[in-house]
């Protein structure tokens, strides 16, 4: 049951073969045995789960066409604000927030019938690679505890490979979706920019957070994202389109589809291992009948120093709101209310947070707004230029998702710089506003998970989902799960 | 350029985040740090090219001037550090 698909789930719920309610007790035993090893979850509520999951057997929701989802269980990232459960975004900041209203997305699932079975460490504010920056400590990756999962959606990464959860929500502003999916041996995807609401979803930087669904195939994420996406009044960025069914294309064959393979992506940078592994996938696609050819993303170089400049300008003004008057935390002891916000914010916020809020008041600051901030702007056009080109002569892009397999805890946690190159091919995607996914295509340097990205042009979701999904009909990587924890 | 130490404290005291002066020499290395990654942009020729603030053009929906909100005053000061009959409280501010 744990290995199980959404459908396969879906389909024994149905059958009456399993309730929601053991359903969700079977994911809640399995966390309370594994999760002190792994720091996934960092908030669970027995009660809660268990009431919703009655509510959802009871609902007649199981079963139901229009209910697919209804009673299987998922965990949530802990940026989403959850009604009535602490809701953290891995900071002490919201140490003990309990958020009084619910996030779009955790409407939507819970609309579905899905349920929630606790909240999942992260980077803090979703600023990191690693999920070293987390007040409530690292998440370790599930294939190797002495590696970091990735980041920020550490703890949703750890959670599924570790079979504690069958799919979970995650947010991607620079790759947190995608890199932790490929280091810890998933399947993830960052829809469209504007695709799912970011109501409810704790801001770091507005115009490069999208939501999306991470799950262990391109089939669940398809499913899931079916029932995260759509309009949302309340986000002013969300798009009014018709809604779409990401799994219509799944079974359509590849042959005729064009690969963009971009040369900047298989240059220098990449290590061996990594790259061996993204060249075998490359040549299964090929024997699956698609083609590939060369394109150039010529400003991709800059992609990490412009988004550098943009994310922390945006988070700085984001995390202003974090002043110890209306919610979070406040120091225990201040002087004047100037002081009150400078103790709250130096002691609630941890090293990497305030390091980017400094940087982006520094890039906004009078006198160096143009050269900076304004500067970064004009190359973000130039990044999302190359892609459109790119896109005439091809219908997806692939490459690695992560130039390599997951780090030993530390190896770069000394070096900010270094760890934001973690994220060097995922970057420019959430800048020029694309879709991106990645999903597991082998294993490399210590047996440790590889990823394949899919960068789709907009709107190209469904054709992603039906590239990634012929693909795991063909290999099981994707149903690969760590040994020591069947 | 680099940062000196009165540029770090100028930011911190923009940024409402106290600095102790151990932390101010060690934040101003990796600020420097990563000032000097981002340095490169200033080599890319920009010239007439419009700023792209946002991942896709859109303009701001309008909606009917109506109350949408309920009053959600108790629940939202629930989670405040520290409240007094439905007002937020701070140290004083005028004298």
């Known amino acids: 049951m744990i290995n199980s698909s959404l459908r396969k789930l879906s389909a024994a719920l149905a059958a009456r073969k399993i309730s929601a309610t053991e359903l969700a007790t079977l994911f809640l035993d399995r966390i309370e045995k594994l999760n002190p090893g792994l720091n996934a979850y960092i908030t669970l509520d027995r009660a809660k789960t268990l009431a919703q999951a009655q509510a959802a057997d009871a609902s007649g929701k199981v079963g139901a066409q229009d209910t697919p989802l209804a009673g299987i269980p998922l965990a949530h990232k802990d940026i989403f604000c959850t009604k009535g459960w602490r809701t953290s975004c891995g900071s002490r900041m919201l140490e003990n927030f309990v958020a009084p209203y619910d996030a779009h997305v955790v409407e939507k699932l819970a609309a579905a019938g899905m349920v929630t079975l606790g909240k999942l460490n992260m980077d803090e504010f979703a600023m990191g690679s690693s999920n070293e920056s987390s007040y409530f400590g690292p998440v370790k990756n599930p294939w190797d505890t002495a590696r970091v999962p990735g980041g920020s959606s550490g703890g949703s990464a750890a959670a599924i490979a570790a079979r504690l959860a069958p799919v979970a929500t995650g947010t991607d502003t620079g790759g947190s979706i995608r890199q932790p999916a490929a280091l810890c041996g998933l399947t993830g995807l960052k829809p469209t920019y504007g695709v799912v609401s970011r109501y409810g979803m704790i801001a770091f930087a507005s115009s490069l957070d999208q939501a999306g669904p991470m799950a262990k195939s391109a089939e669940d994420c398809a499913l899931l994202l079916n029932a995260m996406a759509g309009f949302d009044p309340r986000d002013s960025t969300s798009l009014e389109r018709p809604a779409e069914d990401y799994a219509r294309d799944l079974e359509q064959p590849l042959a005729g589809l064009r690969i963009g393979l971009p040369k900047e992506f298989f240059g220098a940078g990449m290590d061996a291992d990594v790259r061996a592994v993204v060249d075998a996938a490359l040549a299964e696609y090929r024997r699956l009948g698609a083609t590939t050819v060369e394109v150039s993303l010529p400003n991709s170089g800059l992609s990490v120093p412009a988004y550098y400049v943009i994310a922390p300008a945006e988070a700085s003004s984001n995390l202003s709101r974090f002043d110890g008057v209306r919610y979070g935390y406040r120091a225990p002891e201040y002087g004047d209310l100037n002081d009150m916000y400078s103790k709250s914010r130096a002691q609630g916020f941890g090293a990497e947070v305030k390091r980017r809020i400094l940087i982006g008041t520094y890039v906004l600051s009078h006198g160096y707004y143009d050269a900076y901030y304004l500067k970064a702007q004009k190359i973000r056009r130039l990044i999302a230029a190359d892609f459109q080109r790119a896109f005439e002569n091809c219908d997806v892009i692939m490459g690695p998702t992560s130039p390599s397999v997951a780090f030993a805890f530390g190896a770069k946690s000394a070096d900010p710089v270094q760890m934001y190159l973690s994220d060097i091919y995922t970057i420019s995607t959430n800048l020029a506003g694309l879709p991106g996914m990645s999903l597991p295509c082998g294993f490399g340097a210590h047996d440790m998970p590889v990823g394949l990205q899919i960068i789709g042009s907009w709107f190209g979701e469904a054709k992603m989902l039906q590239a990634a999904h012929q693909y795991q009909k063909v290999t099981d990587w994707h149903t690969r799960m760590p040994e020591n924890l069947k | ?95």
């Open chain 2, 1 to 95: 350029m680099s940062l000196t130490p009165e540029d770090v404290s100028r930011i911190a005291l923009l940024s409402r985040i106290e600095l102790s002066p151990a932390e101010r020499e060690a934040t101003r290395e990796q600020l420097n740090g990563i000032l000097g990654f981002i340095e490169q942009l200033q080599a890319v020729d920009t010239a007439g090219i419009e700023p792209m603030a946002h991942a896709v053009d859109v303009v701001q929906r309008l909606r009917p001037d109506v109350v949408t909100e309920t009053d959600r005053r108790a629940e939202f000061q629930a989670v405040a550090p520290e409240t007094e009959a439905g007002l937020y409280l701070v140290p004083k501010v005028i004298e």
